[in-house]
Structures are given as C-alpha cells and as structure tokens.
C-alpha cells in the first residue's frame, strides 16, 4: 500500500475472534442541498455518511453516538435497509457473507424511537397479534407459550393484561410501552436487532431497564445496534462496543474501556471524575468548530495520524508524535508474530503506541479503534474480547420449528447467505426474487410468514378488536345519521302534491347524499393514527400492504351498513317515498362505501389530519357544486364536465331521484299540465331507463375500488420509513 513519510495507511478492521456479526465497508450517504449564493440557488452535495467502516459483532451490543447531527440515524437506517435504491453506497457483510437489504429485512427487526402501538390492546393481546403475523402458520399454543416467556424475559408479566393506553386512555409506563415495542419485533427472533434511541423520554432507572432487557436479547446470540444519547455510567457498563460518529464520519470504534487510551494517543487526558466517552465527544465538538474541523480526527481513527492541537486548547500528553502501527502488522500472521515477540512488543513501546508491559495490553493497543480500518478497510482478523464474557454456548435462535410458514432464522442459515452482483447496499422490495436471493429463501420459507388470506383474517380480527374497545368511532356516526334522520323525517313530513312539494324532495336527496359524505370524514385522524403503525409493521414484512387494504373494507361493511339501514328505516315512510326500498337502502349503502373509500384514500396520501380535513372538505365542496342540483349535467360547461364525472356526488344524488321518479305518477301540476315523474327526470336531464339505476350503482361500486386501489399504491410504494 502506498504512503509517504507524513502517512501510514492502517488496514485493520474487526479484530481476531470475530465470530460473526454485521460487517460494513465504505458506507457513502449524499443527499444535495440547495443554498441561495449571491441571489442565485447553487446546489451543493452534503455527505450524510462519508466512507464508514466498522462492525458490530454477534452477542454484543453496539452503540452508535455522536453529537447532534452526528449521522447516528442515518447509520442505523443504511444498516438496516431503509435508505432508498441508489442512495446509499458500500458493502455490508453478515457472518463473513455480503447480503443485501432485502434479506437484512426480513432477519432484523428495527424498533423506532416512537412506541406505535394500538392503545386499546392489552400488552399480551399486542405480542400475540405480532407473533400470529411473524410465527407464520404454528399451533396457536406454541405461539402463546412463546409470547409468555417473552413477557417474563421483558420484565412485562405485572402489566400483561394492561391496556397500552395514550394521552386519553391510562396504560402501561413509559418504559413498560418501550420494552413492549422491543417485544413486538423480537417475537420472531430476529438475528439483527436495531434500536433507534430506546431509551429517548425515559427517566434513568426506566432507561437502564430497558437497555438491561436489550442486553439479554444480545446475550442470547442476537447482533444488537442501537443509537443513544448521553447515556448514564450504569448503561455504559452495558455496552460492548462502541462506534462513534461526527459529521457522518467515523471518530472511534472499539470498546467503552478503550476510549481513554485512544484520547492519550491523541494527546489528550480524560479529566479527572469526567466520563472518557462524553470527553471525546466534547474534543470532536471542539474540532468541529474550529478550524481545522472534524476530519483530522477520522484521518486519525482511519491512518494514525495525530491531529493537529486546537490553538490554545488541548492537554497534549506528549510532544512526541505518535507513529501508527507499521503496515507490516496488517495482517494476522505479523500480528501473531509480533506478540509473541519481545522485539517487536519493544517496537510497539518506543512507537508510543505501547504504555505498559504484558500481553493483555498489547492486545488492548492492537484492538485500539485507533486503527479500525480504512474506508477501503481490509477487514483483518486480530484477537477480539468483548468487554465482557459472552456465553457462546447459547443457540443463536431457539426458534427452530419446522412448521411451513415459520421462519427458522439461525447462524447457520445467515452463513449461507448469497452475494448479490452488485456492490451498491440498496433497498429493492423485490430483492428477494433475483437469483441467488431465491434459491436461498425458497427453502426456509416466503418472505412472508402468512398466507394472503391468513394475514387478512389476523387484521380482521385485530380490527374488531380494536373497534370494540373504542365503539366511540362508529357510534358518533351512528348517532348523527339517526338523529339527522329524526330531524329529516320530521321536516320534509308529508311532501305537497306542487312544486314546492317537488323541491323539497330534491333538498332532501341532496342533502342526504352530503350527509353521508360528510359522516365519513372521521376516518381522516383514525387512519393517520394507524399508518405509523402500518409502516413500523410492514417495514421488516409482518403483513402485505394488500392484505391490509382488504381486512380495512371487509371491517367496515357491516358498520356501513348498519348505518345506512338506520337511516332509510327513519325516513322512508315519514317521507313517502316510492321505488324499491332495498334499492333506496342499497344506494345509501354503497354511497358510504365510496365515500368512505375516498376519505380513507385522502387521509393515505396527506401528511397530518389538518391537511386531510382540508382536502376532504375541498373536494366536498367540489363534487357538491358539480353534482347536478344546481347545474344539470347537461347544462355543466364541456371543460368542467369531467368535474361531474368524477363527482361521488353526482352518483347516489341521481340513483335516488331515479328510484323515486321513475314512473308516471304525478307529483305536481303547473298551467300546462301535470308533472310526472318521467317529466322531473327529463327536465333534470337525466334517464327514465330502468338499466340506468344500476349502472350508477355500478359507477359507485368502481369508483369505491379505484380508491382503495389507489389506497393500496399509496401503501405499497409511497409509506415507507425510508430515506429519500
């Protein structure tokens, strides 16, 4: 390897007795940012993650931290495959085997900084629904017995029947609902555990519970990484190893205990009583903002190279600059050779990098994240001990049920991985089907571990479920078709045979049609609410996004239609109306549906419920002034006819006037005569046809399915928790 006199490239990455884990080279994150210079918007391109290599190994938990804007998130989401194709740039390797994001997807599990659970869940109903969709197609016993042991492995079996609760509902702790949120994703055994800031909001003993929980999932065999901010001592001792980040550069790797020694090759001294890591981390914010920044401390981590002294600050150690290890240590043989040597050890000291005698230390100096590697990191394999001893005894995954659907995730089977052809580590939904990917799943199961029909009939239920324990939802609607009924019923009462009798028949209709529209708009918040969920479930395949659109429209039918069939009961015979009454039924019912589906598909594509009511109450507006009440569509200008067409208005408001106007009956009488039903539909322009009612009926039923397929798109390929 080339270098000058000023640099000594290392070349040392995961150390000896790496026994496997996740492995990461040359981790490249750009987004381009847009910056307004002397009047004019010059786009300029900002690294994110600049060239990160590292590891975290099997059995161990590793912490990711940094200061603010360090980059910690955006390393924990590249890991985990949740930055967009094309975006992210590099290599990760799992147990010695380049993989890919979707297969990473589908071993790990990725617990958000936010706890997105149902409220109105108890904490063993939430576990159980997790392991119905992510134990696939096992008996329901094992499931449950599986779901017990891990609420007493969480610490949860005090509050096992407490419901999750909210703002409004009382529920479980804040620490209790963040172990919960662990459980959720854990149920399956995943071989990857990632944690984003698990222990945000909680008090220090609540923190230390759960990063205490998080050890024993490490210890069982699982790679754990997480990333947290100014932890406690007590939560230190918990850590195994540490990757330390600032300005999406890599500052430290290695152990907590380690940190000291790193600062002393720096040239800095860790005060006395002050923590070494929250040190380090004040000495990279120094750097950061002065002038020479924070890249002379990742050409440190990266070569050796010490890094300049800050003008007026930094407790240097010595005056003698330290030289990095010798290039010919860069691989294991030399390693070996060197510490069996007392010359060599001899070379070590006078190079500064030695301080004490005895081989414990020297293997500490050569484990140093001093020399974690560089970008292009050759990952050599020098003698690993984790700070503390793990027991390797322990299967990596107990979970080794043969039933179809279960997903037997073990070491054994992550060894087998394929490497993909290219060397970009990119999502791809579909990763699973190119080839090599498919001949490793196919024999250990889909990528889902349910059946379509199966994860739909688990939604279903969870539905129910959740709208038993909150009936508020459907019975306000209930209650304000019926009572707007009563209050119909009683105002249009007994129509004249006249005019007037006429148009208070057609306000009726209208206003019935907008009424229905209207009770609908409840679903904006109620979805909003549940798309966290949706997305924190969907993003590692506990269910398919059809699924869910399919259990959504089967949980509202019998609700749909309850309230309709209140409804027409009410008014019916108050108003005398004519026609079939299953047809006057059936038009309110499936005008609920569409309309329905039309919220539902809003609320999936707006960001927050404000901009959902917004736009709800925009196209209300819209397809109220195109429907045909005040302008028929005959006399609607050509430019603005599609508005009529796509108007879910424009449908049930002409099915009812259909229903009650087809015949020859006389509603009225002018001077030229009298008014029959044929004539108010032919003055309205529209059909007398029998065939005519239906296919509104048949309009209403495609327009309620084109929403919900554009619910589904929307679902499928534009909620996901990725980077851009």
């Given amino acids: 390897m080339a270098h000058n006199a000023h640099e000594t490239v290392i070349s040392i990455g995961k150390p000896a007795g790496f026994t496997g884990g996740l492995e990461f080279t040359d981790l490249t994150y750009s987004v381009t940012s847009k910056k307004k210079v002397e009047g004019k918007w010059v786009s300029k391109e900002i690294d994110l993650l600049n060239r990160i290599t590292g590891y975290a190994p099997k059995g161990c938990i590793t912490a990711v931290m940094g200061p603010s804007g360090a980059g910690k998130s955006t390393l924990l989401d590249g890991l985990a495959g949740r930055i967009a194709s094309g975006s992210l740039k590099g290599k990760v390797s799992l147990d010695g085997k380049e993989t890919s994001p979707g297969l990473i997807k589908r071993t790990s599990a990725y617990v958000m900084q936010d706890d997105r659970l149902f409220p109105m869940l108890t904490v063993y109903e939430t576990l159980l629904f997790a392991a119905d969709f992510r134990l696939g197609a096992i008996p329901i016993f094992e499931k449950k017995d599986r779901v017990e042991k891990l609420i007493d492995q969480l610490g949860l079996s005090s509050t096992r029947n407490t419901y999750i609760g909210d703002e409004g509902t009382r529920g479980v702790s804040g620490g209790e609902r963040r172990r919960v949120s662990i459980g959720v994703d854990i149920i399956h055994g995943p071989s990857l555990l990632f944690l984003d800031e698990p222990t945000s909001g909680l008090d220090s003993t609540s923190a230390n519970n759960v990063i205490e929980k998080v050890r024993g999932i490490a210890e069982s065999g699982s790679t754990v990484i997480l990333t947290i901010h100014q932890p406690s001592s007590r939560i230190i001792q918990l850590l195994d190893h540490l990757i330390i980040l600032a300005r999406g550069q890599l500052m430290y790797q290695g152990a907590p205990t380690d940190v000291p020694r790193h600062l002393g090759r720096m040239g800095r001294k860790v005060p006395k009583g002050e923590s070494s890591i929250e040190y380090l981390i004040d000495v990279i914010q120094e750097y950061d903002q002065?002038?020479?920044?924070?890249?002379?401390?990742?050409?440190?981590?990266?070569?050796?190279?010490?890094?300049?002294?800050?003008?007026?600050?930094?407790?240097?150690?010595?005056?003698?600059?330290?030289?990095?290890?010798?290039?010919r240590l860069a691989n294991k043989a030399a390693a070996k050779q060197s510490a069996a040597s007392g010359k060599q050890r001899l070379h070590l000291k006078a190079a500064g990098i030695e301080q004490g005698g005895g081989d414990d230390d020297f293997d500490r100096s050569i484990r140093s994240p001093s020399w974690s590697g560089t970008p292009t990191g050759i990952?050599?394999?020098?003698?690993?001990?984790?700070?503390?001893?793990?027991?390797?005894?322990?299967?990596?995954?107990?979970?080794?049920?043969?039933?179809?659907?279960?997903?037997?995730?073990?070491?054994?089977i992550l060894a087998s991985t394929p490497t993909p052809h290219s060397s970009d580590y990119t999502v791809n939904e579909n990763d699973y089907l190119t080839p090599g990917a498919a001949s490793y799943l196919s024999p250990h199961g889909p990528k889902f571990a349910n059946s379509f029909f199966l994860e739909t009939w688990i939604l279903i239920r969870r539905n129910f479920k959740n709208i038993r324990r909150t009936p508020e939802l459907f019975l306000s609607r209930l209650m304000v078709l019926t009572v707007m009924g009563f209050m119909m019923a009683t105002m249009f009462m007994n129509p004249k045979a006249d005019l007037q009798g006429i148009t208070n028949r057609l306000s009726f209709f209208i206003f019935t049609v907008c009424l229905f529209f209207f009770s609908s708009n409840d679903a904006v918040p109620a979805f909003i609410q549940e798309r966290f969920?949706?997305?924190?479930?969907?993003?590692?395949?506990?269910?398919?996004?059809?699924?869910?659109t399919i259990a959504g429209v089967i949980t509202y039918l019998?609700?749909?239609?309850?309230?309709?069939?209140?409804?027409?009961?009410?008014?019916?015979n108050a108003l005398k109306l004519r026609g079939p009454f299953y047809y006057f039924l059936l038009v309110l019912?499936?005008?609920?549906?569409?309309?329905?589906?039309?919220?539902?598909?809003?609320?999936?594509?707006?960001?927050?419920?404000?901009?959902?009511?917004?736009?709800?109450?925009?196209?209300?507006?819209?397809?109220?002034?195109?429907?045909?009440?005040?302008?028929?569509?005959?006399?609607?200008?050509?430019?603005?006819?599609?508005?009529?067409?796509?108007?879910?208005?424009?449908?049930?408001?002409?099915?009812?006037?259909?229903?009650?106007?087809?015949?020859?009956?006389?509603?009225?009488?002018?001077?030229?005569?009298?008014?029959?039903?044929?004539?108010?539909?032919?003055?309205?322009?529209?059909?007398?046809?029998?065939?005519?009612?239906?296919?509104?009926?048949a309009a209403m039923l495609g327009w309620a399915a084109l929403y919900r397929v554009l619910f589904y798109v929307v679902l499928r390929f534009f909620s996901k928790n990725q980077r851009s």
Avoid at 290 to 299: F, H, I, T
Avoid at 390 to 399: G, L, P, Q
Wanted: include cysteine; hydrophobic fraction near 40%; glycine fraction near 6%.
């Fill in 290 to 327: 002065s002038d020479l920044g924070v890249q002379v401390l990742a050409e440190f981590t990266r070569t050796g190279m010490k890094p300049p002294p800050l003008a007026g600050g930094g407790d240097l150690l010595s005056t003698v600059a330290r030289t990095p290890l010798p290039s």
């Fill in 379 to 412: 990952m050599q394999t020098l003698r690993f001990t984790p700070s503390r001893q793990r027991k390797e005894t322990k299967a990596h995954n107990t979970m080794s049920i043969s039933s179809p659907g279960y997903y037997a995730y073990s070491s054994e």
């Fill in 533 to 548: 969920i949706f997305v924190r479930e969907t993003s590692h395949n506990a269910y398919r996004a059809s699924s869910y």
């Fill in 558 to 572: 019998p609700f749909l239609l309850l309230q309709s069939a209140v409804y027409a009961a009410i008014v019916w």
């Fill in 589 to 697: 019912y499936v005008s609920l549906l569409s309309t329905n589906s039309f919220v539902v598909f809003v609320s999936s594509v707006v960001p927050n419920y404000i901009l959902g009511y917004a736009s709800v109450i925009a196209f209300t507006a819209l397809f109220f002034l195109f429907c045909g009440y005040f302008l028929s569509s005959a006399d609607v200008p050509p430019y603005w006819k599609w508005m009529n067409t796509i108007s879910t208005i424009t449908y049930p408001y002409e099915g009812l006037l259909m229903n009650q106007y087809q015949t020859d009956e006389v509603f009225g009488s002018t001077k030229e005569g009298p008014i029959t039903g044929f004539g108010i539909l032919h003055s309205l322009n529209i059909s007398g046809e029998e065939s005519e009612k239906w296919k509104r009926i």
